[in-house]
Each structure stands twice: as C-alpha cells, then as structure tokens.
C-alpha cells in the first residue's frame, strides 16, 4: 500500500525565516504527491502537487516542493515565512489508481512575529 | 471550498442516536469521498464513490454507512453513535480531469457524549 510520513509533527519558525515541512513516502511505481493546508475551523486547501516533469514544483502562496526520487522525499519549502502560514500542513500520496489519496499524520507549523 | 458544502457544521448527540451528516457540491466531479480527522492520525477515509451506484468502503468503514443519492449528494450515516465516533468530518470530491486533485468541504464538528 502507498503511503506517507511526516516526521516532526510541529515546526516552529521566526518570521521572515525559511520554512521546510518534511514528507517522505513509499510507492509501488511512480508517486502522485500532493500538499494540502488547513487553516482553523476550515477544510483542506490544495497547495501543489507532483505527477510528473520538473523536480522542484511551485504551488499556491508562495509555496513550493522538491521531488526527490532517491531519497523519497517530497519536502514542503518557502523561503519566508508569515504568521499567516501557520497552520496545519499535510503531505498526501494518490493510493491506486482511481483517486484515493493516503494522508500523513499532519505537521503543526508555528511561525511566530 | 465553497462548491463543497457539508450540513451541519457543528453537531452534539447523544450515544445510540443515529446521525446523518450531508454533502453537496456543485463542481460536477464524479468521484466523492468521506474522511474523519482525528488529531495525530491525519485523515482517514470512510468510505469512496465513484459514480451514483458505485461505493466502496475505506479503512475505517465499521459503524458507518453511506448513501450516494445522486451525482452531487453523499451522505454518511451513523446508525448507533458512540464516543470514540467523535471527530472532524469531511466530505471531498474530484475528478479525472482535476489531476487526482481532492477539493474539500468546510467539515462538520461532531460530538458524540
């Protein structure tokens, strides 16, 4: 079964600074990756995805994320963080081949001012 | 997303009380899923349909049922609520034009006491 694992399940970061959320994943055949972000009392907003092409994949509010195939990895990055990016980060796997998608645990992200 | 609504959006009921939480979107997906949120664990899926008479279960399917009443409506139905069915609840759809890409609703918040 495909699935994800977001290891640190809170990142704290100063303003201003950069801000990696760290995802790594394990498939059978070629991953579909995706970043979903969700703010207080407010459902899951897509932020990017991967399926195929260039590594480096640029999303929505400044976000972006690096495919890497031999460390499979797919980390979340921006390169200055906002007090309004905090909130709750999730990496996601497509599971099969009609849309499901596997969730991880979720990251707490923190950026204080 | 406000093409994927979910009513009600708060609910408090009592153990044994059978509930019935609703999802409507307008985006003409096909596909349609359910999923609860529980903190750490992320998002699991309860169940999944792909059309009007297609519907599979998830991970987590026990205690709960699901009614796909027409392209646009998927209901989850709790027959005997219990405590540990207490959760975030969301409803999602895409299709295969939007990339495996989920769109989500706003949540419903249900307690069971």
């Known amino acids: 079964a495909q699935s994800v694992a977001q290891p640190e399940d809170q990142v704290n970061v100063a303003e201003g600074n950069p801000l990696t959320v760290k995802c790594t994943y394990s498939v059978s055949g070629n991953p579909y990756l995706f970043w979903y972000v969700q703010y207080p009392n407010r459902g899951l907003q897509f932020l990017l995805k991967y399926i195929t092409g260039d590594n480096l994949v640029k999303g929505s509010y400044g976000f972006e994320a690096e495919f890497n195939k031999s460390q499979t990895s797919f980390h979340l990055k921006k390169p200055s963080a906002l007090v309004s990016d905090s909130a709750l980060y999730f990496c996601?796997?497509?599971?099969?081949?009609?849309?499901?998608?596997?969730f991880g645990a979720g990251t707490q992200v923190v950026v204080t001012p | 997303d406000a093409d994927v609504t979910q009513t009600p959006r708060n609910r408090i009921t009592k153990t044994g009380k059978r509930i019935m939480l609703e999802c409507s979107q307008t985006?003409?997906?096909?596909?349609m899923y359910w999923y609860r949120q529980d903190p750490g664990l992320g998002l699991r899926l309860i169940y999944y349909s792909f059309d009007v008479k297609d519907i599979n279960k998830g991970e987590i399917s026990d205690g709960y049922s699901v009614s796909r009443q027409a392209q646009a409506k998927f209901s989850l139905s709790l027959e005997s609520a219990i405590p540990n069915q207490t959760a975030l609840y969301f409803c999602?759809?895409?299709?295969?034009?939007?990339?495996?890409?989920?769109?989500f609703g706003p949540g419903t918040r249900l307690t069971v006491l």
């Open positions: 985006k003409g997906h096909d596909r």
């Open positions: 996601a796997v497509r599971d099969g081949s009609w849309g499901k998608l596997q």
């Open positions: 999602a759809t895409s299709d295969y034009g939007s990339g495996f890409e989920q769109f």
